[in-house]
C-alpha cells in the first residue's frame, strides 16, 4: 500500500475539538492505556455513572482458553430502568425519548421519557399477565415503529429474553429463530408502510407459528400491534390479541418495577449469519453489554444533551439495539425511529428528516450513501443539513468516494466521519475515529475503543505458533486479545460453537472474521471478511445458508456453491453456481423460481443477484470446493484464477470462466 499521504488526512474542525470529550490522540492514548491496564478503574468509573441496585465485587474476570467472560461480577442493575426511571431521576422525564417518524410524513410520535416508562411498565405487566416469566425468550417480529423499543424496554424490565427478527425475514427464517431459542410468545403488527404501500407482518408471523406447530413447538400468543387502520388480518382467537387492547385492560397498572438482574444475565439473544451451518444465535447478557453501549455512544458521537440522534439501520439489527435503542437511552437522548426507506417519496427523505427534526448526529451505512450519491446532490444541497455536527458509518468498510460524497455534502465539509467497525459479536463498536481527537483518513476505522486490543494477526497453522502482528500495510487476521464489557457471551443452546468459532483460530484472542491492515499511525483498514460469510447492502449473509435454500429446491438443484462479488451499491452481492439435477434443463425462468425460493425460505436479502448454471464445480481431489476460483470468476477477474492443477477436473474452471454472468 502507498504511504498515506498528510493531504489524505481530515483533521475535525477547532471548534468540534474544543467541545470533545476526548480531544487529541495523547489524551485518547492515556485513557486507552489506562482502560486495557486498569480496567477495574477504569470501566469501574464509566459503569458509575449508571445506576446499579447493588455494586459489583469484580470488574471483569476473563479466560479465552475457555471462552469464560464475566464483567461486573455480583453487580445487579436493570437496563430498562437505567433508560427510563434513572433518566427521569435526572431530569429528564419531559425529555423526548423515542421520536417517531411513519412512512406518511405528518405520522410522528414523540415519547417522553415519563411516557416511555408508563408504556414500558405496561407492557411489562401485560406480559406477566401472559405468564412470562424471567429467562423466558420472547420473539419480536415488529416493522420500525415506536413499539418495538416499548417491547425491547419491557422484556428486559422483567428479565425476559427477546430475540429480534428482522422485519425482512421470511416465515420460515422467523420459524427457524422461535425455534431454536424455543419463544412461546411472539411480538408483531398487522402490517407496516413501505414505498406507499402497506405490508404485512402478521401473514409471515401467522405462516412462521404453523411452521413452529408442525415441529411440534406451539407459539402461545401473539401480540399484534395495530400499526395500519383498514388494514385486516386474521386474528386466532384464545392464541392473537391487540397490543392496544391489552395495554388498555382495566386490569393492567402502568406501574411494573424493575426486576434486578445480576450483570450477566441474559439480555437478548440476536441471531446472525456464520461461515458454516444455521444463524447462530449471538448471546449478550446485561451489565456489561449496558455498560459498553452507554459509554460508546457517549464517546463515538461526543453526545450532548441536546442532542438529537437519527441512526438509519433497522432495530431488528445489532445496529439499532446499541444504536438506536439501548446507548442512546442509557444517555437520556432522543432517538429517531424511522419507519421507511431513505428514497421514499424522494431521494431526499434521509435529509427532510434531519431538517426537520434539527438532527445533530446522523448514523448510516455505506450501501445508502452510495444509493443516495448516485441521486446526485440536489437533493442534500435542496435541504438545511447545518444542525449536523458528527457523521458515523458501519457494516462495510466505506469507500473513499462515498466517503468524500458524506463528508462534502452531508456533513457540509464541518463534520467529523466516524467510520465504525463492529459486529453483532461484540455488542457496541470497537474500532472507530472518536471525532474530536484524531484525523480520519476515508476507508480508515482507524483506531480501538477504550479497553479493545485490536491487533492483525498472522495466520497461524497451529495453537502452538505464537500468535504475531503482521508488519506495518500488511493485511492479518483482526483478532482483539481480551474481552470487552459488550462482548458477547455465548451462542444460544452450542456453548461449543462459542468457542470454536472465536477462540480457536487464534488462540488466546477473539477471532473476528475480519481481514484488516494496520498502518504507520495504528491506524486500521478494514479489509472485509475473510471467511465465508458476505456483507450485502451492510446486512451479513452466510454463504452456506443460501447454498442450504437454494440445495432445498429438490425438483432441480443438485449442488450449489454461492461466494460474494463486488458491487457499486450493495458492496457486494451473491453469485450463485448451481448444478442442476441430470434431466433439468437451465433457464431464465428457472433462474426465478431459484431466486423466489431463496426469497422464501430467508428473505429478499438473501437472493442471488447473479445465478450460473453449471456441470461441476472446482473441487480439490478431496472433494473441497475452492471457493477462490470462484471468487476471482464472480469478479471477472479471470487473469488471477492462479493455480488450478491440484483440482479433480480443471477443465471446470474454462466451462466456469465462459459461462459467467
Ligand atoms: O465484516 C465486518 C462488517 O460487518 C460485519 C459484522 O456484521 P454484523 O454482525 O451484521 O454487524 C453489522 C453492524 C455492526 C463485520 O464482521 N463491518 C461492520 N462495520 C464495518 C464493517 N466492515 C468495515 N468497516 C466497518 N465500519
Not at 402461545?220 to 390479541?241: C, H, Q
Not at 411494573?256 to 447478557?285: N, Q, R
Amino acid at each position: 500500500m502507498a504511504e498515506v499521504k498528510e493531504e489524505s488526512k481530515f483533521y475535525p474542525p477547532k471548534e468540534f475539538v474544543e467541545q470533545a470529550y476526548v480531544d487529541s490522540r495523547e489524551q485518547y492514548e492515556s485513557m486507552w492505556k489506562q482502560s486495557v491496564e486498569d480496567p477495574e478503574t477504569f470501566w469501574g468509573d464509566i459503569a458509575s455513572e449508571l445506576f446499579w441496585h447493588k455494586k459489583w465485587l469484580k470488574v471483569n474476570r476473563e479466560d479465552f482458553s475457555k471462552g469464560e467472560i464475566e464483567w461486573f461480577i455480583g453487580g445487579k442493575t436493570n437496563i430498562s430502568y437505567n433508560c427510563l426511571e434513572a433518566q427521569i431521576k435526572k431530569g429528564k422525564g419531559d425529555k423526548v425519548a423515542i421520536l417517531f417518524q411513519g412512512e406518511p410524513e405528518d405520522d410522528v410520535v414523540k415519547l417522553t421519557y415519563k411516557e416511555m416508562l408508563t408504556l414500558v411498565s405496561k407492557f411489562a405487566n401485560v406480559l406477566k399477565k401472559k405468564g412470562v416469566r424471567k429467562g423466558d425468550r420472547i420473539a419480536i417480529y415488529l416493522p420500525m415503529i415506536w413499539q418495538l423499543p416499548v417491547a425491547m424496554l419491557a422484556c428486559a424490565r422483567i428479565g425476559a429474553i427477546h430475540t429480534i427478527v428482522f422485519g425482512g425475514f421470511s416465515a420460515e427464517a422467523l420459524r427457524d429463530r422461535i425455534l431454536d431459542a424455543g419463544a412461546k410468545i411472539l411480538i408483531t403488527a398487522n402490517g407496516y408502510w413501505r414505498s406507499g404501500k402497506n405490508v404485512s407482518s402478521k401473514a409471515n408471523a401467522d405462516t412462521a407459528c404453523d411452521l413452529c406447530a408442525a415441529q411440534g413447538h406451539t407459539v402461545d400468543k401473539v401480540i399484534v400491534v395495530k400499526r395500519l387502520e383498514n388494514f385486516d388480518v386474521p386474528m386466532k382467537a384464545g392464541r392473537d390479541t391487540w397490543f392496544e387492547e391489552e395495554l388498555a385492560a382495566s386490569d393492567i397498572s402502568d406501574v411494573c418495577p424493575a426486576e434486578w438482574m445480576d450483570a450477566e444475565d441474559p439480555l437478548f439473544i440476536l441471531y446472525t449469519s456464520g461461515s458454516t451451518g444455521k444463524p447462530k444465535g449471538v448471546l449478550h447478557t446485561t451489565g456489561g453489554y449496558m455498560t459498553y453501549v452507554y459509554a460508546t455512544f457517549k464517546y463515538i458521537f461526543d453526545y450532548k444533551d441536546k442532542d438529537v440522534f437519527f441512526c438509519t439501520a433497522d432495530i431488528g439489527w445489532v445496529t439499532g439495539h446499541s444504536y438506536i435503542v439501548y446507548g442512546p437511552m442509557c444517555n437520556g437522548a432522543t432517538s429517531i425511529v424511522f419507519e421507511s426507506v431513505p428514497t421514499y417519496p424522494n431521494p431526499d427523505r434521509f435529509w427532510q428528516i434531519v431538517e426537520k427534526f434539527k438532527v445533530n448526529s446522523f448514523y448510516t451505512a455505506p450501501t445508502a450513501i452510495r444509493a443516495l450519491m448516485k441521486e446526485g446532490e440536489k437533493w442534500p444541497q435542496g435541504r438545511d443539513l447545518s444542525s449536523l455536527r458528527v457523521l458515523g458509518s458501519v457494516g462495510e468498510p466505506i469507500n473513499p468516494e462515498a466517503w468524500l460524497w458524506y463528508h462534502k455534502y452531508i456533513g457540509g465539509e464541518k463534520c467529523p466521519i466516524t467510520d465504525t467497525w463492529w459486529q453483532t459479536e461484540t455488542g457496541g463498536i470497537l474500532i472507530c475515529a472518536l471525532p474530536g481527537a484524531w484525523p480520519t483518513i476515508p476507508g480508515y476505522a482507524t483506531l480501538p475503543f477504550f479497553g479493545v486490543d485490536a491487533r492483525a494477526l498472522e495466520p497461524r497453522s497451529s495453537g502452538d505458533q505464537p500468535a504475531k502482528d503482521v508488519p506495518v500495510n500488511e493485511q492479518g487476521e483482526l483478532c482483539i486479545a481480551r474481552s470487552w464489557p459488550g462482548m458477547m457471551r455465548g451462542v444460544f443452546g452450542e456453548p461449543e460453537r462459542f468457542f470454536n468459532t472465536y477462540f480457536v483460530q487464534q488462540p488466546g484472542f477473539y477471532f473476528s472474521g475480519d481481514g484488516a491492515i494496520r498502518n504507520e499511525d495504528g491506524y486500521f483498514r478494514l479489509m472485509g471478511r475473510i471467511d465465508d460469510v458476505v456483507n450485502v447492502s451492510g446486512h451479513r449473509m452466510g454463504t452456506a445458508e443460501v447454498e442450504a435454500a437454494l440445495n432445498s429446491y429438490t425438483t432441480a438443484v443438485a449442488e450449489s456453491a454461492v461466494v460474494g462479488f463486488p458491487h457499486d451499491v450493495k458492496g457486494e452481492d451473491l453469485y450463485a453456481y448451481v448444478i442442476l439435477k441430470s434431466g433439468v434443463e437451465g433457464s431464465d425462468a428457472l433462474k426465478k423460481e431459484l431466486v423466489a425460493h431463496v426469497r422464501k425460505e430467508i428473505g429478499p436479502i438473501a437472493s442471488p443477484g447473479k445465478i450460473q448454471f453449471v456441470s461441476g464445480l472446482p473441487k480439490t481431489r478431496s472433494g473441497k470446493i475452492m471457493r477462490r476460483i470462484l471468487r476471482k470468476v464472480a469478479a471477472g477477474a479471470i487473469d488471477e484464477l492462479g493455480d488450478t492443477t491440484t483440482l479433480a477436473d480443471p477443465s471446470v474452471v474454462d466451462e466456469i470462466v465462459k459461462g459467467r454472468q
